[in-house]
Each structure stands twice: as structure tokens, then as C-alpha cells.
């Protein structure tokens, strides 16, 4: 007869992911079809209606316009940025620890301690990224029609005008960020061997960016794709920047409305549980898609080591 | 491990006999920015009155919405404080879902209730089917805030200051020409949608009528170009009203529309200028016909069934919408308190020396019902009308019929 002893190695473990992690997904996806709204006894069954609003109202345009501006400028800007600072520090031979420090600290600093940083340098009148281009008035600067416009009035409210703030969003976004993919991508760096840029030499890439492009980027493939995974999943998250920025409304005009905070702003600030849960099926969809797609690339495509 | 358990009973011992010398009630509040200074003021009367009471105050609510959500999420977690203070219209919600305790019982109690000052036009603000549910506790209205040093740049003195809309908006262009980047403020932003009532009530027409909103009717689509004419006239900035009041105490800004109750706030934190304060101007020269009230009222969400902690979450709250604790009120923020025997006896000669809180008072026969949007979807009615709303002010919007249909639409399908 067989042991049973192998279901007392796994049950533990399966019975702690189904408790944590399966069984809260599915009530999630069960209030979805509900709306239950906190405080209430109980919840009427309204079947796709939630998903249907997530589709078709505007607000909720605005929220996928706003969640995939700020993914689509964060991703790339920490990835690239990411790599080039690593690749500088990783060419230096001193310094570099000090280098290293310096740009992973806003990985560590807590981003909503920040935000509220930011939210003084970017005050439209006493912050001091204004008062800094008030200083260049009269100068050369003024012939930027853009900067004049700024000088004849006021600088830009760069958190609360619709047209900035996204970017602005987005910039914070990415001073935060890429710290973090610096520190994956040395690692990455670390080990490679290195003597494939000694054979690469030999073979007559004497180039800089002939050594980059046929040793270093094909070996930081994986690193790659798992920075990128990474960061595309910390850029769906981001809310406390906005919470701290915008506790109101997302944002001008809705404009900074990201997922998660539009999560929040449904279930926990209106308490409508079954929108909110909506949207967090809507995300975890999202990111589920990311991750298939990251397992699919680190199995097919990137084994050169 | 053994001196440790005695110890650990030693404690527990102390925590038990301090928890019975003294009853603690727990207590939450919004905006501490108004309100810290009134309780702090209240505080030492009411431990002087009640030495065996110990008010516990839970962190504030940044906002009225903030505070109902806070109490809904408490009432299903079990954790409701004795005493809350909310938005005045978000007593209904609070009742209609059984968190709010009925006063009667207690107001059976007191001897002569009618003579502590509780009037019944006041009391009505906190009645839901013939019960008290909240004694109100500050009523604020809107006024016009001038900063008299920067008015004067543009030939404005307290005798000529604006008395419509228009009026407003030409002032903001005199201000500007004579140098004045940001003449004017308007609160939109108040609770998301007060100055949208405000609008309304000025015309005489209510917001909401059971359950129907009232924004697609001639005077809605008035009060949004009105708001759009202030908007774009003034060149008025998407200011957060934190920064709002801040430009405004500074001097920055020329005129600024907000509720009276921060007249006390402004009046501490402001900078080396005059503060007048005017009655809000109107759609049309008579001026608005009506104003929303503003302000909260105290509702008791004790879950306690032990008498001793009723009797004293109620001595509290009675202690603060009456007599000294409601003219405390008054003395520190700009809100007026609801009570007869406060307004008529303590604060007697207080108005003629306070002027810049005296125009709400003025105002007062205009007050008007500030409306709750019914249903559990009213905190997402109002965040879609405050959307709509910094959509004019942002530029998104500029037809405003269009506004006006796309903002009733999505509102009635909430309230329905």
C-alpha cells in the first residue's frame, strides 16, 4: 500500500495558500457579481453589471487612460535609466558603492513620505521648482514661448493642471524607481563571465557597444525580462503617491485616477464592495496576463547561461 | 516567569480600577484644522462639570465624507466611538442604516430641555420621523471673504463690494489689471458639491426632491454657467483648498467664496490685511434666496447597553451644543452654534465686536436644508459631482448643457 505521509508534506502549504491567497480571490470575485455595499445586511446578485460599468463609463476610461500613461512612461524610463546607471557603476572602480547608495535611496525611502516632499517643491507659488524658473525671467528663457507664457502669469500648477499632472505623477514615479532595477541589473552584470569579452574581443568586437550588443544585453536577457515584470507590476500599484497627492478624486479632471486608487476610492472610501471588487478582479487579471507572459519568455527565449 | 504573571496582574489590576474612577467616552470629529482650538476650549469646562468623565478623542476626519465612511467601516468591525460628530447631510445615512441611537429617551430625561436653548427649527436639522436622532452643533453658511489692501488696488471699499456673480467677475478683471495674478477663489471643492447647492438654493430650487435629481432643470443649468462665467472670467486656478485658505491668509488672493466657519481659522493664521467678510452675492441683484446649511451635529453611536456610559456620552454630548460648549463655537471658529440660550445670552454683545462673523448671522433667515443624496450610493453621487464640477474649473468641459446632462444622468442612476 502506499504512505499517506507525502499529504502531510504538502498539506500544510496547501492549506495555508488556499486560506490565504485562493479563498479571499474567489470571495473577491464573488462580491464582484454583487452589490454589497459596506454596513448593509446583505447584497443583491447583479451578475456582469459591475464589469459592464468598469467597460463602459468614463470614469472608468479615465482610470485605464491615466493607469496606462503612468505604466507606460514608468516602465521604460526605471528600465532604461535602470540599466545605464548600472552599467556606469559597474564600469566604475571607485565611488561606485557611494553611486550605489545614492540612487537606491528613494527605493527606500517610503514613497509617501516623499510625496508629501514633492508636494512642497511643486507648490505653485512658494515650492521651489517655480520659484527656481521665476528666477530665470528676463533672461535668454524667455524666447521658450512656453516659459514666457509662464513668466507673464504663473508657472505651471504642475500636481493640479490636468495637462501636467500625470507627468509630473510619472516623473516622481520614476525618480523612485529605477534605483531599484539599477540594483537588479548589477547584480545581473556580476555574472556574466568574463571571459566572453575576452573571447568577443578576440573574435574582433573591440567596440564598446559591440561588446554591449552581442555579450552583455543577449546575457542580461532574464535579468530583463524579470526587471521588466517587476517594474510593469510596482507601476500597476502605485497609489500612495496619489492618495497622498490627490485623497479626492484622482487627481484634475480625474487624470492621476489609477487602479489601485480606484479600488480604494470604491471600496473603502464609498464602501461600494462590489465595484471595488470589480476592479481588483479587473487588476489581478492584469498582472496574471504579465506573469504568464514573463514565464513564457524566461522558458523559451532566454537561456543563453 | 512566575514574577512576571504577578506583575502582568498587577497591571491588569491597575488598568481595571483606573477604567472604573473614571468613564471614558470615545469621541470622533472632522476638520481638526477648525475644530482642535473649540475642543480644546470646551475640554477644561467639561472636566471641571464632569470630573468622573474622560473624553477619549479618536483620530479626526479629514472630511465629512472621511467621517461617515469611517463610522460605516467601524460599525461593521464593531468598533463605533460613543459620540461622533457628522456632515449634516450625512445624519439620515447613519440613521436609516441603525448606527445613529435615538436622543428621545434621553432628551425625556432632562427637566427643562426647551430651556438649555435646543429650539425646535434647530432641532429639526437632526429629526428623522419624528425622533432626534443629532443635536446640531455649528451651522455655517456661505460668504465672501475680501482682503481689503488688495480690493483697494481696484477702487473697491466695504461699501461697493460685489453683489452678484457678474459683479464678481468684473472685479476680477479690474483686479488683474491693476496686477493682482489670482484675484479670487471659489469653493467648489467644499464637500464636492455645498456651492453647487448653494447655486440652486439661491434660485429657490432644492437639489434633490425625493429621489430625483434636480440638476436637469433650467436653474441647473443656470447655476453650472454661472459657476462656468466665475470659472473662466476670473481665470480662477485649480487650487486644492488647503492651498486655497493658505494663498488666501497670506494675502494672494483678492476675494475668496467659503464657508463662514473658517473665519476663525483664517483670522488666526493670517497675514498684515483687513478681513471683511460680505453676504454672498446672487444670481441676479436681489442676491440668492436661499443658502445651505452647513456645519455638523452630534449623533451617539455607543453600542454600550450599561446606562452609566450612556448617561455619560449624553452629558457630553449636551455639554457641547449647549450653553458654554456651544459658545465656544462661536468664539473660535466662524460657525454659529444652534442654540437659542448660546447665541442670545453669552454670545449677546459678541457679533457687534466680531463683524467678519456676523454676516452668516445676517444670513441666517436665507438657511436652507443641505441636502443628502439618498441611498448607499450617495458618497459616489457626490464624487461624481465633484468631477464634474473640477471639470469646469480644469477646462474639461466647456458645454456646460452637456455637462449638465452627462452629470444627471450618472447622478440619477446612483440615486435610483
Keep these: 500500500m502506499q504512505s499517506r505521509a507525502h499529504l502531510w508534506f504538502i498539506g500544510p502549504a496547501m492549506a495555508l495558500m488556499f486560506i490565504v491567497l485562493l479563498i479571499p480571490i474567489l470571495i473577491a470575485v464573488g462580491l464582484s457579481l454583487t452589490d454589497y455595499s459596506l454596513g448593509n445586511q446583505g447584497a443583491e446578485f447583479v451578475g456582469l453589471e459591475n464589469y459592464e460599468r468598469i467597460f463602459t463609463r468614463s470614469t472608468y476610461e479615465k482610470m485605464f487612460v491615466a493607469t496606462f500613461r503612468y505604466?507606460?512612461?514608468?516602465?521604460?524610463?526605471?528600465?532604461?535609466?535602470?540599466?545605464?546607471?548600472?552599467?556606469?557603476?559597474?564600469?566604475?572602480?571607485?565611488?561606485?558603492?557611494?553611486?550605489?547608495?545614492?540612487?537606491?535611496?528613494?527605493?527606500?525611502?517610503?514613497?509617501?513620505?516623499?510625496?508629501?516632499?514633492?508636494?512642497?517643491?511643486?507648490h505653485p507659488t512658494i515650492g521651489i521648482i517655480n520659484s527656481t524658473l521665476e528666477k530665470g525671467c528676463g533672461t535668454f528663457l524667455e524666447a521658450w514661448p512656453w516659459y514666457a507664457k509662464g513668466c507673464e502669469r504663473t508657472f505651471p500648477l504642475w500636481l493640479n493642471d490636468r495637462d501636467y499632472a500625470i507627468w509630473t505623477v510619472s516623473f516622481i514615479g520614476v525618480w523612485q524607481g529605477f534605483g531599484f532595477n539599477m540594483v537588479l541589473y548589477l547584480a545581473g552584470l556580476t555574472s556574466i563571465p568574463p571571459q566572453l569579452y575576452d573571447a568577443a574581443e578576440m573574435d574582433g568586437a573591440t567596440r564598446g557597444?559591440?561588446?554591449?550588443?552581442?555579450?552583455?544585453?543577449?546575457?542580461?536577457?532574464?535579468?530583463?525580462?524579470?526587471?521588466?515584470?517587476?517594474?510593469?507590476?510596482?507601476?500597476?500599484?502605485?497609489?500612495?503617491?496619489?492618495?497622498?497627492?490627490?485623497?479626492?478624486?484622482?487627481?484634475?479632471?480625474?487624470?492621476?485616477?489609477?487602479?489601485?486608487?480606484?479600488?480604494?476610492?470604491?471600496?473603502?472610501?464609498?464602501?461600494?464592495?462590489?465595484?471595488?471588487?470589480?476592479?481588483?478582479?479587473?487588476?489581478?487579471?492584469?498582472?496574471?496576463?504579465?506573469?504568464?507572459?514573463q514565464r513564457w519568455l524566461v522558458e523559451r527565449r532566454t537561456h543563453y547561461v | 516567569m512566575k514574577y512576571a504573571m504577578t506583575a502582568m496582574g498587577f497591571v491588569l489590576a491597575a488598568t481595571a480600577a483606573a477604567a472604573e474612577d473614571k468613564i471614558v467616552v470615545e469621541f470622533g470629529y472632522p476638520y481638526s484644522h477648525l475644530f482642535d482650538v473649540t475642543y480644546e476650549a470646551i475640554l477644561p469646562k467639561f472636566y471641571a462639570a464632569h470630573p468622573n468623565i474622560e473624553i477619549k478623542m479618536r483620530a479626526t476626519y479629514e472630511s465629512y465624507e472621511d467621517g461617515t465612511n469611517t463610522i460605516l467601516r467601524e460599525a461593521v468591525a464593531g468598533n463605533l466611538p460613543d459620540v461622533t460628530m457628522q456632515g449634516l447631510n450625512r445624519q439620515a445615512i447613519l440613521v436609516e442604516k441603525g448606527i445613529a441611537r435615538s436622543l428621545e429617551p434621553f432628551i425625556a430625561a432632562e427637566a427643562d430641555f426647551a430651556k438649555d436653548g435646543y429650539h425646535k427649527a434647530m432641532l429639526d436639522l437632526g429629526t428623522f420621523g419624528d425622533e432626534v436622532y443629532g443635536l446640531p452643533f455649528s451651522i455655517s453658511l456661505p460668504v465672501g471673504y475680501y482682503n481689503m489692501e488688495v480690493m483697494a488696488k481696484a477702487g473697491y471699499d466695504a461699501t461697493n463690494l460685489p453683489a452678484t456673480w457678474e459683479d464678481v467677475v468684473q472685479a476680477c478683471v479690474k483686479l488683474r489689471e491693476a496686477g493682482v495674478d489670482n484675484p479670487m477663489f471659489w469653493g467648489w471643492n467644499i464637500t464636492g458639491n455645498w456651492f453647487l447647492q448653494a447655486l440652486m438654493w439661491s434660485q429657490d430650487k432644492p437639489t434633490v426632491e425625493g429621489n430625483d435629481f434636480q440638476l436637469d432643470s433650467d436653474e441647473g443649468l443656470v447655476a453650472l454657467e454661472t459657476m462656468q462665467n466665475i470659472f473662466?472670467?476670473?481665470?480662477?486656478?485649480?487650487?486644492?483648498?488647503?492651498?486655497?485658505?493658505?494663498?488666501?491668509?497670506?494675502?494672494?488672493?483678492?476675494?475668496?467664496?467659503?464657508?463662514?466657519?473658517?473665519?476663525?481659522?483664517?483670522?488666526?493664521?493670517?497675514?498684515?490685511?483687513?478681513?471683511?467678510?460680505?453676504?454672498?452675492?446672487?444670481?441676479?441683484?436681489?442676491?440668492?434666496?436661499?443658502?445651505?446649511?452647513?456645519?455638523?451635529?452630534?449623533?451617539?453611536?455607543?453600542?454600550?447597553?450599561?446606562?452609566?456610559?450612556?448617561?455619560?456620552?449624553?452629558?457630553?454630548?449636551?455639554?457641547?451644543?449647549?450653553?458654554?460648549?456651544?459658545?465656544?463655537?462661536?468664539?473660535?471658529?466662524?460657525?454659529?452654534?444652534?442654540?437659542?440660550?448660546?447665541?442670545?445670552?453669552?454670545?449677546?454683545?459678541?457679533?457687534?465686536?466680531?463683524?467678519?462673523?456676523?454676516?452668516?448671522?445676517?444670513?441666517?433667515?436665507?438657511?436652507?436644508?443641505?441636502?443628502?443624496?439618498?441611498?448607499?450610493?450617495?458618497?459616489?453621487?457626490?464624487?461624481?459631482?465633484?468631477?464634474?464640477?473640477?471639470?469646469?474649473?480644469t477646462g474639461e468641459y466647456e458645454d456646460m448643457a452637456e455637462l449638465q446632462e452627462e452629470l444627471s444622468e450618472e447622478v440619477q442612476d446612483l440615486l435610483d
Design chain 2, 232 to 393: 473662466t472670467g476670473c481665470e480662477m486656478q485649480n487650487l486644492e483648498w488647503k492651498s486655497a485658505l493658505a494663498s488666501f491668509s497670506a494675502g494672494d488672493l483678492g476675494m475668496m467664496y467659503w464657508s463662514t466657519s473658517a473665519v476663525g481659522a483664517v483670522e488666526r493664521a493670517m497675514g498684515d490685511f483687513t478681513l471683511v467678510t460680505n453676504e454672498y452675492p446672487g444670481i441676479t441683484a436681489e442676491g440668492p434666496m436661499g443658502l445651505p446649511a452647513g456645519g455638523n451635529s452630534a449623533l451617539l453611536t455607543s453600542t454600550s447597553d450599561d446606562p452609566e456610559q450612556l448617561a455619560a456620552a449624553w452629558a457630553w454630548l449636551k455639554f457641547i451644543t449647549s450653553g458654554e460648549g456651544a459658545a465656544d463655537v462661536a468664539r473660535t471658529t466662524g460657525y454659529m452654534p444652534p442654540n437659542q440660550a448660546a447665541n442670545e445670552i453669552i454670545l449677546a454683545d459678541f457679533y457687534a465686536e466680531n463683524p467678519a462673523k456676523a454676516t452668516a448671522v445676517r444670513q441666517l433667515p436665507l438657511l436652507r436644508e443641505w441636502q443628502a443624496y439618498p441611498g448607499d450610493n450617495g458618497l459616489a453621487a457626490t464624487q461624481v459631482i465633484y468631477d464634474g464640477l473640477e471639470g469646469i474649473v
Design chain 1, 209 to 293: 557597444w559591440d561588446r554591449f550588443r552581442l555579450v552583455t544585453w543577449p546575457l542580461l536577457g532574464p535579468t530583463t525580462v524579470f526587471v521588466v515584470t517587476i517594474s510593469f507590476i510596482r507601476s500597476f500599484q502605485v497609489f500612495d503617491m496619489v492618495e497622498a497627492f490627490y485623497p479626492q478624486g484622482g487627481g484634475p479632471s480625474k487624470s492621476v485616477f489609477v487602479m489601485m486608487f480606484a479600488i480604494y476610492e470604491k471600496g473603502i472610501q464609498q464602501n461600494l464592495m462590489g465595484i471595488g471588487a470589480a476592479i481588483t478582479v479587473v487588476f489581478l487579471a492584469f498582472v496574471m496576463v504579465l506573469t504568464v507572459i
Design chain 1, 71 to 122: 505604466v507606460f512612461v514608468v516602465v521604460p524610463l526605471t528600465v532604461g535609466l535602470g540599466l545605464g546607471a548600472a552599467l556606469l557603476i559597474h564600469s566604475l572602480g571607485r565611488f561606485g558603492d557611494l553611486y550605489k547608495t545614492i540612487y537606491f535611496l528613494p527605493v527606500m525611502a517610503a514613497l509617501i513620505a516623499m510625496a508629501i516632499v514633492w508636494e512642497f517643491a511643486f
